[in-house]
């Protein structure tokens, strides 16, 4: 379906989710495809950029924008590293050889669940950092989190592509030590940003009826739910042959849609030095 075919947000939220899946194919259909949410439900990542630069003044007015996102207490919790300087760039690339995108990008930033911050303070003001548990954790990379997202809104408002790599915390430690991060920091994503030389394309999402719960949570119909899902997915763009995960372990499936391909991707472990990484920071996770 092309951008000019939709006539209402039911249109774009049917394009993004499936025909009749949100509210039967109502939701949105007295709203115009000028509302601004028609942007947000159209979002996609962009990992193919223009030779085109960002300039500094754009890329000031984006972190005003993420930075303008809510934060656990108002605490501020979110820091973010431009990596500008080329040799940085390219060893962080090296890590990754698999994503060339980040070193393709006009941008390339990490973003930081900072608990120091607030630790400094507390000793600016005299007073005990109290709340030195795993919620301290959870608080920063939240706020992390909530400020690239917004960044990620802003700059494609601008038409601008992203594409977060958490992939970076798969080589925590370099990152840390190429970024020098201190005590009470840790890298939440990176972030790759330019202007997009593709026009990308819509990845399906989960019905509402597996991800919006009311009163309580309930699941019972998930298998059944996700079966849906994998089809109505499929029948959009089906996984090609050559990117189906671990052959060699679980052999061909008959059928290999999305919950096939993600139950083979977390049936490897990775990250495991995680709570280590945090805890060396200084950070607790009890
Ligand atoms: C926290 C986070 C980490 C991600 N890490 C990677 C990554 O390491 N490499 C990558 O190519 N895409 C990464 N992505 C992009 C996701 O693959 C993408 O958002 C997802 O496939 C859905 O596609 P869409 O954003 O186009 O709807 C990441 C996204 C998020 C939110």
């Given at each position: 379906m092309s951008d000019s075919?939709f006539?209402?947000?039911?249109?774009i939220?049917?394009h993004r989710?499936?025909?009749?899946?949100?509210?039967?194919?109502?939701?949105?259909?007295?709203?115009?495809?000028?509302?601004p949410?028609a942007q947000i439900i159209l979002r996609r990542t962009h990992r193919r950029y223009t030779d085109q630069p960002v300039s500094?003044d754009l890329l000031?007015v984006l972190?005003?924008a993420a930075?303008?996102?809510?934060?656990?207490?108002?605490?501020?919790?979110?820091?973010?590293?431009v990596?500008?300087?080329?040799?940085?760039r390219?060893?962080?690339q090296?890590?990754?050889?698999s994503m060339p995108w980040i070193g393709n990008a006009a941008v390339f930033m990490?973003?930081?669940?900072?608990?120091?911050?607030?630790?400094?303070?507390?000793?600016?003001?005299?007073?005990?950092?109290?709340?030195?548990?795993?919620?301290?954790?959870?608080?920063?990379?939240?706020?992390?989190?909530?400020?690239m997202q917004t960044f990620t809104l802003a700059a494609e408002t601008k038409g601008l592509g992203v594409c977060p790599v958490?992939?970076?915390?798969?080589?925590?430690?370099?990152?840390?030590?190429?970024?020098?991060?201190?005590?009470?920091?840790?890298?939440?994503a990176g972030l790759c940003l330019g202007w997009p030389s593709q026009e990308g394309f819509i990845s399906m999402?989960?019905?509402?009826?597996?991800?919006?719960?009311?009163?309580?949570?309930?699941?019972?119909?998930?298998?059944?739910?996700?079966?849906?899902?994998?089809?109505?997915?499929?029948?959009?763009f089906?996984?090609?042959?050559?990117?189906?995960?671990?052959?060699?372990?679980?052999?061909?499936?008959?059928?290999?849609?999305?919950?096939?391909?993600?139950?083979?991707?977390?049936?490897?472990?990775?990250?495991?030095?995680?709570?280590?990484?945090?805890?060396?920071?200084?950070?607790?996770?009890?």
């Amino acid at each position: 379906m092309s951008d000019s075919s939709f006539n209402s947000l039911a249109d774009i939220i049917a394009h993004r989710y499936g025909e009749g899946v949100v509210g039967n194919g109502h939701s949105g259909s007295d709203m115009p495809i000028d509302d601004p949410l028609a942007q947000i439900i159209l979002r996609r990542t962009h990992r193919r950029y223009t030779d085109q630069p960002v300039s500094d003044d754009l890329l000031d007015v984006l972190f005003a924008a993420a930075f303008s996102a809510s934060a656990k207490s108002d605490l501020q919790q979110a820091s973010v590293v431009v990596v500008k300087d080329e040799n940085k760039r390219q060893a962080i690339q090296e890590l990754i050889p698999s994503m060339p995108w980040i070193g393709n990008a006009a941008v390339f930033m990490i973003w930081i669940g900072d608990s120091r911050r607030i630790r400094r303070i507390c000793e600016h003001r005299g007073k005990p950092f109290a709340n030195d548990h795993l919620d301290a954790f959870l608080n920063a990379a939240v706020d992390a989190a909530l400020a690239m997202q917004t960044f990620t809104l802003a700059a494609e408002t601008k038409g601008l592509g992203v594409c977060p790599v958490s992939v970076v915390r798969n080589h925590i430690d370099a990152i840390r030590d190429i970024l020098e991060l201190p005590l009470y920091t840790f890298p939440v994503a990176g972030l790759c940003l330019g202007w997009p030389s593709q026009e990308g394309f819509i990845s399906m999402r989960l019905p509402p009826k597996v991800t919006v719960h009311t009163d309580r949570y309930d699941d019972w119909d998930l298998a059944e739910e996700v079966a849906g899902y994998d089809k109505r997915r499929d029948e959009r763009f089906s996984i090609p042959s050559a990117s189906r995960r671990l052959n060699d372990v679980y052999g061909e499936a008959e059928f290999y849609g999305w919950s096939e391909d993600k139950a083979r991707q977390v049936s490897t472990a990775e990250r495991e030095n995680l709570g280590r990484f945090v805890r060396a920071q200084g950070i607790r996770t009890d």
